[in-house]
Nanobody, 123 residues
Framework: VQLVESGGGSVQAGGSLRLSCTHS????????MGWFRQAPGKAREGIAS???????SYKDSVKGRFTISKDNARNTLYLQMNSLKPEDTAMYYC???????????????????WGQGTQVTVS
């Protein structure tokens, strides 16, 4: 299983970015995927997830600003981020929970495969 993020960068507050996560080695339609982030000196946190049945969850601080989606045909997970704030600055990771009964949790310990991360900086 391999996950590769892209799309990070530096933007001004109020701007937008779209992150992509291309994955291989498993069938995303059967499993759960999520986006996580980690700012310097802080714990990693789950911000958005999509379960195998399509159920979507968001961390409260990104609701209404971020949108998670996936294209199973392209094996790609997306995170559209609008109205970015300086506090959104972090390394962003995509992750896959390939467990048979995954729930689309925002808890990082439930995910078993991770990408290398892409940096998002908002000033």
């Amino acid at each position: 299983v391999q996950l590769v993020e892209s799309g990070g960068g530096s933007v001004q507050a109020g701007g937008s970015l779209r992150l992509s996560c291309t994955h291989s080695g498993y069938t995303s339609s059967r499993h759960c995927m999520g986006w996580f982030r980690q700012a310097p000196g802080k714990a990693r946190e789950g911000i958005a997830s999509i379960a195998s049945d399509g159920t979507i969850s968001y961390k409260d601080s990104v609701k209404g600003r971020f949108t998670i989606s996936k294209d199973n045909a392209r094996n790609t997970l997306y995170l559209q981020m609008n109205s970015l704030k300086p506090e959104d600055t972090a390394m962003y990771y995509c992750a896959a929970d390939t467990g048979r009964y995954c729930t689309g949790s925002l808890l990082d310990y439930q995910y078993d495969y991770w990408g290398q991360g892409t940096q998002v900086t908002v000033s």
